[in-house]
């Protein structure tokens, strides 16, 4: 069971309000997916995270196949059961982190082949190959091999790069439908086309042409410019089926998922809030929180007076600065508690703002907040 | 407000039943006490300890005192509030710590000289600062200033030492009586005296002399033989007044708090439980259990059948071990929410063994599940 349901459409700009309902839950969306990349959110328990509102997170194919690898948690019955998560999970199909973290050895018709990290050994993921991974890994919502080039490609390359994800979007189309019945997961497809207008809106057209549940927009989180990527965006989006669900893969900031939800972006996942946490990066209503500065050494007010979270009902900005140089685990996890709270707490304000028809002023208070971050 | 009440003496062994009355909250003895080193357990949270059944902890004053400063917790009130922990914290006077873990200057009448091992600055430690940084933190039982000589020290430095103990000891009663009506801690003593049976027995009879509401036994952590450790303490425990909380610093294993409990010990701190835990060690009523292990690879069981933590109950032995070989900082806090609950679940079932006169019974099974874990 997979239904996206548009509740509500801003009548100034494209921001949408939605509801996708899965055997495993309800989703509202706009939604954050926190990223689970190994089977957990980094230092975060299940509880906590149901806690804070998550209805769906994000898990990576790539870290998963490789280690402990998909046989095993489809033999312990499942990502949900092996990491303690009854909601739905989203996972990628490998080929981001393919790109981005492997040694990628070469790309071909039949897919990507690359060296692992973890023990160096040689892999090829093919379209049919990470259908089925994620099968293993009982996906609710799998996503197709596409390739990611870098954003500075040719013309040219780009152009062959959009033709092979289709390619390849049509064998893992295949490969989904072979079980389709026997799936609780959705399938959905991905735009590509780089950084050309007409490559994405040709791109974006062939794509829905598979008539798919869902559309990610993948290749914006590569760091182009900010202006560059967000036409990129508008004009995706601009081609997708609106009675679809569009998520917008790996981006980014809250300021971010402002411009892109305006442009009609229902999804996002993105590492920033758990890694910045780790590194003492707080996001608060009043702006980013460097816990590591001297100024908070004895400063005995909560990250965020206007917080709600554990981390602020409970801690002074000195006490985590302390566990921070200390290197104490608990640092990790409070910080990281704090900005995923944040993060589904703007989410909902933000649903709020549009179910109140006051998005564009919403959008602007936050923007002047978090200019500069990145 | 401090009160130790024997509730009960074992028949056949030294064991006791008791219960510390303090102005934070009650203690069931005998207690384990995790040790919350640098202001956190690591990697637990506070709820977590107390629905574990934690009733009191201990932190480290040398590590406190270094950073972020017994000024600094005092300033932000206290090492409770800083900490978000409301319960009883016993402190240590730091000694131990400088003896193994800085690198040592001087022992001197006045004190110890020592670098820091966070920024190589010089401190010394006296009787009197050590009661004045514990007073700062707040601490609810103080340890005096001792020394801690290796095990295998000549007669004549173990007389020497225990006799510097002593006058260390009278020092610190002398700087803590300055404020004794605005405290709300106590002070214990700590006997010494090496491995030699007329020092330990000397030292003790000194140290109760100045009639402090509790006595800890140190110097027994050293990796000594087991045997002459045992002879020690025993010499130690007949000395020491009955009506009197006896505190075994240090150790151990639940085989050693078995053996020190017989001989009639009521407190303990280690922090085995907790490094073993971050190191994949899981201790459990079956014995030990070595998560990195290759056979628990695809393992769908709990770390222990007979557990009923929150690990156990939510995640298999290869979901733990994936964790682990995976560097997940969830996998130290999943195992050391185990590791400790086994701990407060053992000293549990151990005090219920003395109060249904079955402890010997009780010690001989465990003594054999973990034979070999040192």
């Known amino acids: 069971m997979f239904r996206f349901e548009l509740l509500k ?22 939604v954050f997916m926190p990223v689970g990349t190994q089977g957990t959110v980094k230092s975060i328990l299940t509880e906590e995270l149901l806690d804070m509102g998550a209805e769906i997170i994000l898990a990576n194919t790539f870290h998963l196949y490789l280690r402990p690898g998909d046989d095993l948690i489809r033999d312990l019955g499942g990502l949900h059961s092996f990491m303690h998560w009854e909601k739905p999970i989203l996972t990628d199909s490998g080929g981001f982190q393919v790109f981005s973290l492997a040694s990628l050895n070469k790309i071909t018709e039949q897919g990507v082949e690359f060296k692992s990290p ?35 490609v040719t013309r040219e390359y780009a152009e062959k790069s959009t033709e092979l994800t289709l390619r390849w979007l049509e064998r893992c189309v295949a490969e989904y439908k072979k079980k389709e019945g026997e799936e609780k997961g959705v399938l959905f497809g991905i735009v590509q086309g780089g950084f050309f207008e007409d490559l994405r809106q040709k791109s ?29 965006l508008e004009i995706s989006c601009s081609v997708l089926p609106e009675d679809r669900p569009r998520y917008l893969m790996g981006v980014g900031t ?60 409970h801690y002074s900005r000195a006490y ?55």
């Open 204 to 232: 974006a057209e062939r794509t829905i042409a598979f008539d798919l549940p869902g559309y990610s927009i993948g290749g914006l989180s590569v760091g182009e410019e900010k202006s560059k990527t967000y036409e990129m």
């Open 9 to 30: 459409k801003d009548g100034k700009s494209g921001a949408r309000l939605g509801r996708i309902h899965t055997s495993r839950g309800t989703i509202e969306t706009p």
């Open 320 to 374: 985590l600065r302390h566990l921070y140089y200390a290197k104490e685990i608990l640092s990790s996890h409070l910080n990281t508690i704090h900005n995923l709270f944040f993060m589904f707490d703007f989410m909902r304000r933000l649903r709020k703002a549009i179910e109140e028809d006051r998005f564009g002023e919403f959008a602007s208070d936050v923007q002047s907040t978090y200019s500069g971050y990145e």
């Open 254 to 313: 809250p300021g971010d998922f402002l411009m892109a939800v305006a442009r009609g972006v229902d999804m996002f996942d993105c590492v920033l809030p758990t890694r910045n946490a780790r590194n003492g990066t707080l996001l608060t209503n009043e702006g980013i929180l460097r816990i590591r500065n001297a100024e908070y050494r004895n400063d005995p007010n909560p990250a965020s007076g206007s917080c709600g979270c554990y981390t602020c009902r």
């Open 118 to 152: 973890v023990d160096g050994s040689t892999h090829l993921l093919t379209p049919e190959k990470v259908i089925q991974i994620q099968r293993n890994l009982g996906s609710d919502i799998m996503m197709p091999l596409d390739e990611c080039p870098p954003p500075d």
